[in-house]
């Protein structure tokens, strides 16, 4: 499977039973596979392989970001436990099902490393609510991480029913808050946007994002009022943003803020850099086709994403993390022969790159087990070792 995804950048089943090339009919190929898909606690095992594997790039300082996404399936009417969910590329409701991600990334650089993705529906036996499927996806990648790395989460975050999990296991966070939530303030319950309007912000700076093609610059300006939440004693800190927008930025933190500029930007950078966490979840949906899924089960659908994680940790992170692959990486991104060159977020380039190499082989993965004897020179990418 991992190689029939990476070759055919596809989660179909018939794409990837085309692509291991076997002496057998491709029907009879797809029903294997099909088959090996529904077994229980595969998606675990490999969810678990993939945080194990990730969890030693986890530092002190690493970002964990939480991006709860959608999977939608407009079309889709025999899919089990199809629900309802918010789309938010079109701003609607439409069928699919929830995803829940957590990546990891530092401060300042650009390589996102893939951790945890599972596929979940409202309508299955054994969801709870979102706030439980976030609560298990934090347990399972701390069950490796410990106390290492900030957690990092958008609006959604900010709900009592998160924050205070949270703390009860004493974790560091930043969380982007509405207006309208309550904080103790001076001894008093406020809303965080009136603590917010008269907050000093006596530093600046300037940035540049790309959004949809386009380069938008945005003065900035920032400060810090210390609050705690109602009904517990923890030291909370509010730090405001201006100029992204009308109304200000408000991220709610537990790190230790002082007066200084370095020690406030890193809270502010480190909310910024989930940015490069959204191309990273576009990136697993378009180069693999992963709202292409045509599975019809639970448990295939869940098995299934587990396994593009998989793949997709391998083209973000696993190819260049050693000496003895870095040329090889450097060939498969050449071999994507993209027009207008190798953009800064490199993992679409690495997966096309990594299709083309594997297409040119022009047999599967377990071709040579059905020869007498291998060919003495194989272009084959050995996933094993992955």
Same mark, same amino acid.
């Given at each position: 499977m991992l190689y029939g995804i990476q070759a055919m950048q596809s989660v179909r089943l018939s794409d990837v039973s085309r692509s291991l090339e076997e002496e057998i009919s491709i029907g009879k190929?797809?029903?294997r596979l099909s088959r090996n898909l529904g077994r229980e606690g595969l998606e675990e095992g490999v969810q678990e392989g993939v945080i194990e594997l990730g969890a030693g790039r986890v530092h002190r300082g690493t970002?964990?970001?939480i991006d709860p996404t959608d999977l939608t399936k407009t079309y889709a009417k025999k899919m089990e436990y199809l629900s309802w969910v918010w789309d938010g590329s079109r701003k609607e409701i439409r069928d699919g099902y929830s &995803?829940?991600?957590v990546s990891a990334c530092e401060r300042g650089k650009s390589r996102v490393v893939p951790l945890y993705q599972v596929l979940v529906s409202a309508l299955a036996p054994d969801f709870v609510s979102d706030n439980d499927q976030v609560l298990r996806g934090v347990d !399972?990648?701390?069950?490796?991480?410990?106390?290492?790395g900030i957690w990092v989460m958008d609006r959604g975050?900010?709900?009592?029913?998160?924050?205070?999990?949270? &703390?009860?296991?004493?974790? !560091?966070?930043?969380?982007?808050m509405r207006g309208d939530r309550y904080v103790i303030y001076r001894g008093r319950s406020r809303e965080m946007v009136s603590v917010a309007e008269g907050c000093p912000l006596p530093y600046a700076e300037i940035i540049v994002r790309v959004d949809e093609g386009k380069e938008k610059v945005y003065s900035l300006s920032y400060g810090y009022r210390p609050v705690r939440l109602p009904g517990r004693e923890e030291q909370l800190y509010l730090v405001v943003v201006a100029g992204l927008g009308r109304k200000p930025l408000l991220l709610l933190t537990n790190l230790p803020m002082r007066k200084n500029r370095r020690v406030l930007w890193e809270v502010v950078e480190a909310y910024f850099s989930r940015w490069r966490v959204e191309d990273t979840i576009r990136f697993v949906k378009q180069s693999y086709r992963l709202e292409d899924i045509r599975v019809l089960t639970y448990r295939r659908l869940q098995n299934l994403v587990a396994l593009v994680l998989a793949a997709s940790y391998f083209a973000a992170v696993h190819l260049g993390q050693r000496l003895r692959v870095s040329v090889l990486a450097g060939r498969v991104l050449k071999a994507a022969k993209r027009i207008f060159g190798i953009p800064a977020f490199h993992c679409y380039a690495m997966a096309d790159g990594i299709a083309a190499i594997? !297409? !040119?082989?022009?047999?599967?993965?377990?071709?040579?087990?059905?020869?007498?004897?291998?060919?003495?020179?194989?272009l084959q990418l050995s996933l094993k070792g992955f």
């Open positions: 190929t797809e029903t970002l964990l970001i &995803m829940y991600t !399972r990648v701390r069950a490796h991480t410990k106390d290492r975050g900010d709900r009592g029913l998160l924050l205070k999990p949270f &703390m009860d296991r004493e974790m !560091r966070f930043i969380v982007r594997l !297409r !040119r082989t022009g047999q599967g993965p377990l071709c040579h087990l059905l020869r007498a004897k291998p060919p003495p020179m194989s």
